[in-house]
């Protein structure tokens, strides 16, 4: 793995290599930051180095040496403060990645009470890193593989919760791997990794088909579960964009300079796009038939997203009630399916918070932005 410290210091001293790009980590959040208004930046270890574990090998599990704890901390700082001299200031850094396996890629375990007592405990990282890091940036832990792990190492880890600022998950695999019901916390919950990829499928442009978990539907609904079951804040897949189909991005950088958009990308664009940082969820009247989801943005505008899963029609009824002294000014809708992709639809005009009836396509996800406007109150 790329480490600013891949060796052990030889004269008590660390030394510390950062090479302005962190594979081109840099430039990727600096025109995120510059040219799309991005303000959260997330980074995670997933491995202490090698020379600071008990199998001395990045990859392939292992623990982080109790006695290297102190060296690991400092890392993590360092680390933190190399991003900061790029302008960028994480706002959370998790300690670890996939505790729960060993696998080929950077991978490492957290001592609990049946590993030898030789070897660090989440408590052990998160204490000393939260009283050494700038309060600034906050702790994430502990990136399980899936939803049924998180739930086991979020008791294995409680004692340092209150350190912690979010809780990170995978949700690969599991029983479940996806969300069945919020986790035990108050704290933020974030999926940090999906993707098709554990199903070893490819890069598809299919929105519904067999309901594959390539498909674009599949995703939406994946959205929903973990937002509105999972009680989960935010969700990351895996991989954004990149040149192998291989590996299911949601976009394909082609060897031919072009690229292709997966369906999978759209599904995540009804969210991302309409439901913006600092939102909060309410709830809505639920049917059997169709999925709902409610939304209030800062700037005060409802998103409300609708997943029609059957292979007909479904119409429901969108009532934006007046909230005084705003009104529902205006409802405009935005349809994925197997011949739109994130299309405007039209925009409705409400009067005096009136229903509106909205038919649904079959196998379908619908976004209606709702935007209010301020009425004159008695007083003025």
Excluded at 66 to 90: C, H, T
Excluded at 301 to 315: C, E, F, G, P
Aim: charged fraction near 20%.
């Amino acid at each position: 793995m790329n480490s600013i410290e891949p060796q052990a210091p030889t004269d008590g001293k660390p030394v510390y290599t950062w090479d302005h790009s962190a594979s081109n980590q840099v430039w990727l959040a600096k025109t995120a930051r510059d040219e799309y208004g991005l303000a959260t930046f997330y980074a995670d270890a997933w491995s202490a180095p090698g020379w600071m574990k008990t199998n001395g090998r990045d990859d392939e599990g292992g623990y982080l040496v109790k006695n290297k704890v102190a060296d690991y901390v400092d890392y993590l700082v360092e680390y933190v403060r190399a991003w900061s001299s790029e302008g960028i200031s994480l706002a959370h850094i998790g300690i670890v990645n996939e505790p729960n396996v060993v696998k080929e890629y950077a991978t490492m375990g957290l001592g609990n009470e049946t590993t030898n007592s030789t070897v660090a405990t989440a408590f052990d990282i998160i204490r000393p890193l939260r009283a050494t890091l700038n309060l600034s940036t906050g702790i994430s832990c502990c990136e399980a593989q899936g939803w049924s792990m998180a739930r086991d190492l979020l008791e294995e880890v409680r004692p340092a919760l209150d350190d912690l600022s979010v809780v990170t998950t995978h949700a690969y695999k599991g029983d479940p791997a996806a969300p069945d019901v919020p986790l035990n916390t108050t704290l933020p919950v974030w999926i940090t990794e999906n993707s098709p990829i554990m199903h070893r499928l490819n890069f598809s442009q299919v929105w519904h088909a067999n309901s594959s978990e390539n498909e674009g539907l599949v995703w939406a609904n994946n959205l929903h579960t973990a937002l509105v079951d999972g009680n989960v804040s935010a969700y990351l897949y895996w991989i954004g964009a990149g040149p192998s189909g291989q590996e299911a991005p949601l976009v394909w950088l082609a060897d031919d300079g072009g690229y292709k958009v997966a369906t999978t990308y759209w599904a995540m664009a009804h969210w991302g796009r309409f439901i913006r940082p600092g939102s909060r969820r309410v709830e809505v009247e639920r049917s059997e038939a169709i999925k709902t989801s409610a939304y209030v943005n800062t700037d005060g505008s409802v998103v409300i997203q609708a997943i029609n899963n059957a292979d007909r029609n479904a119409t429901i009824f969108l009532l934006a009630p007046d909230s005084r002294p705003r009104q529902a000014r205006s409802i405009t809708a935005w349809l994925t399916d197997n011949s739109h992709h994130l299309q405007n639809i039209g925009t409705s005009y409400p009067e005096n918070g009136q229903a509106l009836d909205a038919v649904l396509p079959p196998r379908s996800l619908t976004t209606f932005h709702v935007q209010y406007r301020w009425l004159k109150t008695d007083k003025q």
